[in-house]
Nanobody
Framework: VQLQASGGGLVQAGGSLRLSCVAS????????MGWFRQAPGKERQFVAA????????RYLDSVEGRFTISRANAKNTLYLQMNNLSPEDTAVYYC?????????????????WGQGTQVTVSS
């Protein structure tokens, strides 16, 4: 089982990026999925989560209104649209698949993790 995250890069403050996470080896259409991030010297933190059918989403307060999580179960793919990026969003972003169907904010609810993609926002 593999989760492959991509779409990271270097962008100026106020810019946008779209992260993708493609799952292979098994389908996650019945699992909640999420994005987490880890900035240098900091612990990994929850960013966004989505339920198995996309009906429920949850966000870190500081990204609410700027980031949008979505999924395409037919493609076994998870997305994170990030708009109005700020230097504080600089981190390695990880996608993950949960052991439950709902949208979960705790890392303990996630079993499968991607390798991460670097997002760097310059001021």
């Amino acid at each position: 089982v593999q989760l492959q995250a991509s779409g990271g890069g270097l962008v100026q403050a106020g810019g946008s990026l779209r992260l993708s996470c493609v799952a292979s080896g098994r389908r996650f259409s019945n699992n909640g999925m999420g994005w987490f991030r880890q900035a240098p010297g900091k612990e990994r933190q929850f960013v966004a989560a989505i339920s198995w059918n996309g009906g429920s989403t949850r966000y870190l307060d500081s990204v609410e209104g700027r980031f949008t999580i979505s999924r395409a179960n037919a493609k076994n793919t998870l997305y994170l649209q990030m708009n109005n990026l700020s230097p504080e969003d600089t981190a390695v972003y990880y996608c993950a698949a949960a052991i439950i169907a709902s949208s979960a904010t705790s890392e303990t609810m996630y079993r499968f993790w991607g390798q991460g993609t670097q997002v760097t926002v310059s001021s």
